[in-house]
């Protein structure tokens, strides 16, 4: 599956983003995803994830409460609906997905997408 990444963009702090990560090659209504994102000069840190069935969403505590996971497998999407932005939240995101795969590992997850920049301006 090739998984693509979209909706990045400048907003200002408290503003929202909503990123999408599109499936194609094959349906991934059977994968876990996740998003995960690296920001300058540090390690690519997991963000949230979503399981296959879309019934267990989870998020890492910095985000919890502003940051919301969909997912349409009728389109093959997975959205991060991103709230409440701020300038901490500055980073290339990625999506990644597993067949079955969860968790906030991400020698978790077999595919990734290409990344999509945020920035938040304070």
């Known amino acids: 599956v090739q998984l693509q990444a979209s909706g990045g963009g400048l907003v200002q702090a408290g503003g929202s983003l909503r990123l999408s990560c599109a499936a194609s090659?094959?349906?991934?209504?059977?994968?876990?995803v996740a998003w995960f994102r690296q920001a300058p000069g540090k390690e690519r840190e997991f963000v949230g994830g979503?399981?296959?069935?879309?019934?267990?969403?989870y998020y890492v505590d910095s985000v919890k409460g502003r940051f919301t996971i969909f997912r349409d497998n009728a389109k093959n999407t997975v959205d991060l609906q991103m709230d409440s932005l701020k300038p901490e939240d500055t980073a290339v995101y990625y999506c990644?997905?597993?067949?079955?795969?969860?968790?906030?590992?991400?020698?978790?997850?077999?595919?990734w997408g290409q990344g999509t920049q945020v920035t938040v301006s304070s």
């Open positions: 990644a997905a597993a067949y079955y795969g969860s968790g906030t590992r991400q020698e978790a997850y077999t595919y």
């Open positions: 090659g094959r349906t991934f209504g059977r994968d876990g």
């Open positions: 979503i399981s296959w069935s879309g019934d267990n969403a």
